[in-house]
C-alpha cells in the first residue's frame, strides 16, 4: 500500500536543530575568462566546471563554491543544458556518484521544478513526456476556478472543503511536483543535504517559491527540510521510490475513511486526486495518508509516530462500541482476502467470499480502497466461470483502482482485459470442480 505524506520515518532519524541559513546570491558578473570557465570571486573557475558540449553523460564534481547568479551564468555557457543553473553537488563514501540539485525553471510551463539526486536519474527523467512532450502536460496545474475553498479546522489546520458538488471519478486536481528527492540524499552530509534542499528551494521561479514557503512546518525544525517532511508524497520513478512536494495536495487533510484518493503518473511526473464518492459543498476534501485496512490502534499509532498528530476523523474518534465493531470488520475484510488470494488447489474461496468482502469494504466507507474488493470479487466469479459477474465486478474494479493506483496500473490493465473477456484471464476456470463451502448452492457453477 501507498503511503501518502512520508518522509517524517527517514527524516527523523536524522533531523537537528542544524539551521542552514540562505546560501547568499551574489550578482553575478559579466567577466574576460575564457568560454570554458567562469569568473567566481575574481578568478575564472577550476576545471571541475568545465563546460561540456553535451549534456547526455555528464558526470558533475563535488561543488558547492557558486552563487545562484553565476551558476545561471555557466549553465547558460553550455550548449543545449537542460538545466536553469549549474548543479550544486555533494558526495559521500556511499553515494556512488554526487548528489546535486539540479532546477529547470522552464518546467511545466514556468512552474519551474528542482530535483536533488544523481546525474543519472536527473537524466533519466529528462527523457519523460513531462519534459519532451509539450502537450504531456496540458491538462496538469490547471488551478483556475477550484471545486474547493480553504478553510481552517480547529486542531488540523488548513483544509479544503468542496464548494460544489463532485461526482466518484471527478478530477479535484493534478499538479507537479515543485521537488522531487531522491532518498539518496540521505547519505550525504547532513548539513550538505540541507544545502541542497535551500538551494532548491531558493532556485525555484518565485511564484513557486512563494507556495514552497507557504506549507505547513509541523515539526519546527530547519524550515526547508520540515516543510518536505510535513507535506512530501511518496513516489516512484524508475523503479526507485522517492519523495514529491506538490503544495496544492498538500492542502488536503487525513481522514481513515477518505472520500478522495490520489495516485502518481510517472509518464507526467504529475499527481491526480479525485473524488471517490459524492462530495456535497461544505464538506471536507480528504485523502489517505496511511493504509486503513488495519485497527483503529494501528492507525492512530502510525499517524502519531510519522506524522506527530492524533488522528481525530471520525472513525479514529468513534465510541468505543462502535470502534470495536470496526476493528472486527477490518479483521475479517484481512481472513477473506487471504481466502481469496489462495490459488492452490486446496482454496476454499467462494463467490459469495468476495461478496461479503465487498459488503465489509462498504459497511467500512473504504470508497478510496474498493477496487481491492472489486478485483477479489471479479477474479473469484472468474474462477468459478461465472462471466457475466467476473464482467461487472471488472468494470467496477477498473473504475475504483483507476482512481486510487492509476490508469498506467497493471491491476487495472488486467481488469480492463478481464472485462472485455472474463474467458482470457488467468484465473478463469481455475475453481471450477472446487466445493463452494458455506456458500448459498454448494457446488460449482
Ligand atoms: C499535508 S499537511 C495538510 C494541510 C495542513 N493542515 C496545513 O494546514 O497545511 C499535514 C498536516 O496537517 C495536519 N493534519 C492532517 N490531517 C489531520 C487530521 N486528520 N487530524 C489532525 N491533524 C491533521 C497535521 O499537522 C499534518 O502534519
Known amino acids: 500500500m501507498k503511503s501518502a505524506v512520508g518522509l517524517s520515518l527517514l527524516s527523523s532519524a536524522l533531523a537537528s536543530s542544524n539551521n542552514i541559513n540562505h546560501i547568499p546570491q551574489k550578482p553575478f558578473l559579466d567577466n574576460a575568462c575564457p568560454s570554458n570557465s567562469i569568473l567566481h570571486d575574481g578568478e575564472c573557475l577550476p576545471t571541475s566546471y568545465a563546460i561540456p558540449s553535451t549534456t547526455e553523460s555528464i558526470s558533475f564534481q563535488e561543488n558547492g563554491t557558486l552563487s545562484l547568479d553565476e551558476s545561471r551564468a555557466l549553465a547558460q555557457q553550455a550548449d543545449d543544458f537542460p538545466w536553469t543553473f549549474w548543479p550544486e553537488c555533494y558526495s559521500s563514501e556511499t553515494t556512488p556518484e554526487p548528489v546535486c540539485v539540479f532546477t529547470s525553471q522552464d518546467f511545466a510551463n514556468g512552474r519551474g521544478i528542482f530535483i536533488v539526486s544523481t546525474s543519472k536519474h536527473a537524466h533519466e527523467m529528462l527523457k519523460k513526456p513531462a519534459f519532451t512532450d509539450p502537450n504531456a502536460l496540458s491538462r496538469i496545474n490547471k488551478h483556475e476556478n477550484p471545486p474547493f475553498i480553504q478553510y481552517e479546522f480547529p486542531g488540523k489546520g488548513r483544509g479544503l472543503v468542496a464548494n460544489k458538488t463532485l461526482n466518484r471519478g471527478d478530477q479535484i486536481f493534478a499538479s507537479t511536483p515543485l521537488l522531487i528527492t531522491n532518498p539518496m540524499s540521505y547519505e550525504l552530509l547532513e548539513s550538505e543535504r540541507l544545502r541542497l534542499a535551500h538551494r532548491g528551494v531558493s532556485s525555484l521561479p518565485p511564484t513557486s517559491r ?149 459488503s465489509l469494504y462498504q459497511q467500512e466507507r473504504l470508497h478510496a480502497s474498493m477496487g481491492v474488493a472489486y478485483k477479489h470479487a471479479a477474479e473469484v466469479y472468474s474462477s468459478f466461470a461465472d462471466r457475466d459477474m467476473a464482467i461487472k465486478y471488472a468494470r467496477l474494479a477498473v473504475e475504483y483502482s483507476a482512481l486510487d493506483k492509476g490508469f498506467r496500473d497493471s491491476d487495472v490493465k488486467a481488469m480492463q482485459s478481464m472485462a472485455k473477456d472474463p474467458t482470457m484471464s488467468w484465473s478463469w476456470k481455475k475453481r471450477v470442480g472446487h466445493q463452494r463451502v458455506g456458500g448459498g448452492c454448494g457446488h460449482a457453477h
Not at 227 to 239: K, V
Not at 269 to 281: N, Q
Not at 324 to 329: I, M, N
Not at 338 to 357: F, K, N, V
Request: glycine share 4%; net charge negative; aromatic share 10%.
Open 210 to 358: 512563494s507556495s514552497f514557503w507557504a506549507l505547513l512546518d509541523h515539526f519546527k525544525g530547519d524550515p526547508v527540510d520540515d516543510r518536505i517532511n510535513t507535506n512530501a508524497f511518496e513516489i516512484e520513478i524508475d523503479g526507485v521510490s522517492q519523495y514529491g512536494v506538490l503544495p496544492e495536495i498538500a492542502m488536503l487533510n487525513h481522514d481513515c475513511r477518505p472520500n478522495a484518493a490520489y495516485f502518481w503518473d510517472e509518464e507526467t511526473l504529475s499527481h491526480y486526486v479525485h473524488a471517490t464518492e459524492t462530495i456535497l459543498p461544505g464538506q471536507e476534501i480528504t485523502i489517505t495518508y496511511i493504509n486503513n485496512e488495519r485497527s483503529r490502534d494501528k492507525r492512530v499509532t502510525n499517524l502519531k509516530s510519522n506524522w506527530g498528530f492524533e488522528c481525530s476523523c471520525s472513525a479514529c474518534s468513534a465510541h468505543p462500541f462502535f470502534v470495536a465493531e470496526s476493528d472486527a470488520r477490518v479483521e475479517q475484510m484481512s481472513q477473506l482476502a487471504a481466502l481469496l488470494d489462495d490459488w492452490t488447489p486446496a482454496s476454499r474461496a467462494t463467490p459469495e467470499m468476495g461478496e461479503a468482502l465487498l
